[in-house]
């Protein structure tokens, strides 16, 4: 039988390789990219100043000193500076260099964004949360790129930086949970969710409804009512299926990865709402993963053609236009 000190011993080693691992990584660069996409293809002056360029949005939403430190009121003289700045960061994240020296530079721009903008998603609120709690992870990760194996510190330090890592990464797998929850527990209230008819009203939403690519497939199959109450229904017990991962085992959890990871891509089909899938994939990477990192070699071959895939029909759809950053 193990000893407590011994089980307590290979669980914090546990987290603290799961802190250094590639999982991790892939996690940074998911939030990064989703954040990308939305400043790289996006007017910030539509994003950031839809009503007039007044100080009225700040005024109630942030105190004096959080409208000081945050980026885009540092440089709102000049927002392709701004913009400039945040790419190159997120570029910086994306490729994962020096977690330790990035993370905080990382938070800054999701944190700035999601608390300046008012045309925004749930994603954007998930980032800068996803990115604040990863601080502690990725300060006490010393390797050069966020994608290497893990270089075992000193003894004391190690123990210290498995503590952090343990505790952070059970806040956010907690965190994670609660999301699915309250996602499908506030559904319960709602007549349209109630009922089975949700989706077939959503499909039509003027703001987030279907895109154009989608829209005659999708009105010809949610115009079948067992497909719709299948579509509504299915999506809160789904979410609570998530919910309930956090107290899988680890194969039950590599297999919610994939589902969880095609329920939010069907979500990008059929809403389009990109930055919010890649802040819900690095969620559920963090949630779901392998504590022991992901072996490329066996992932490769499938992942790259579908991102590959999934990054041409990200530039060529029509509601994203390219803006000069000169």
């Known amino acids: 039988m193990l000893q407590p000190s011994t089980t307590l011993n290979d669980t914090l080693q546990r987290a603290i390789s799961f802190g250094c691992s590639n999982t991790i990584g892939i996690a940074r660069t998911l939030l990064a990219f989703g954040t990308f996409v939305t400043l790289m293809f996006n007017d910030l002056e539509m994003l950031l100043y839809p009503l007039s360029r007044t100080d009225t949005i700040d005024l109630y939403r942030s ?3 959080i409208k000081d430190i945050n980026l885009f009121n540092l440089l709102d003289a000049n927002l392709g500076a701004a ?24 938070w800054w721009v999701t944190w700035s964004f999601a608390t300046k903008a008012v045309v925004q998603d749930g994603g954007d609120q ?24 893990l270089v075992q510190p000193a003894a004391l330090r190690q123990k210290l930086a498995s503590i952090v890592a343990w505790s952070t990464l059970a806040v956010i797998k907690l965190q994670v949970a609660l999301i699915y929850f309250e996602a499908a527990t506030a559904k319960f209230i709602v007549e349209e969710w109630a009922n089975g008819t949700s989706m077939f009203y959503w499909i039509q939403n003027p703001t987030f409804g279907i895109g154009n690519d989608f829209r ?11 497909a719709v109450a299948f579509a509504t229904w299915g999506t809160i017990v789904f979410e609570l299926i998530l919910f309930m991962a956090i107290m899988m085992k680890p194969k039950q959890q590599k297999i919610l990865l994939l589902l969880g990871i095609g329920f939010h891509f069907g979500i990008v089909l059929l809403f389009g709402l990109v930055s919010f899938f890649f802040s819900m994939a690095a969620a559920l990477v963090i949630y779901l993963g392998p ?3 992901f072996e490329f070699g066996k992932i490769k071959k499938f992942i790259a053609p579908a991102m590959n895939q999934f990054s041409a029909w990200v ?12």
């Open 63 to 65: 105190s004096p000193f």
């Open 83 to 106: 913009r400039a700045l945040c790419l190159v960061i997120l570029l910086v994240v994306m490729a994962g260099w020096r977690p330790r020296f990035t993370c905080l530079l990382h």
């Open 126 to 149: 998930v980032a800068q949360v996803l990115t604040l709690l990863l601080i502690p992870i990725c300060l006490a990760d010393s390797r050069k790129w966020h994608w290497h194996a």
């Open 216 to 226: 005659q497939f999708a009105f010809e199959l949610f115009a079948n009512p067992f």
């Open 291 to 293: 504590k022991e990192g």
């Open 315 to 326: 530039l060529k759809k029509n509601t994203l236009n390219p803006i000069d950053l000169q």
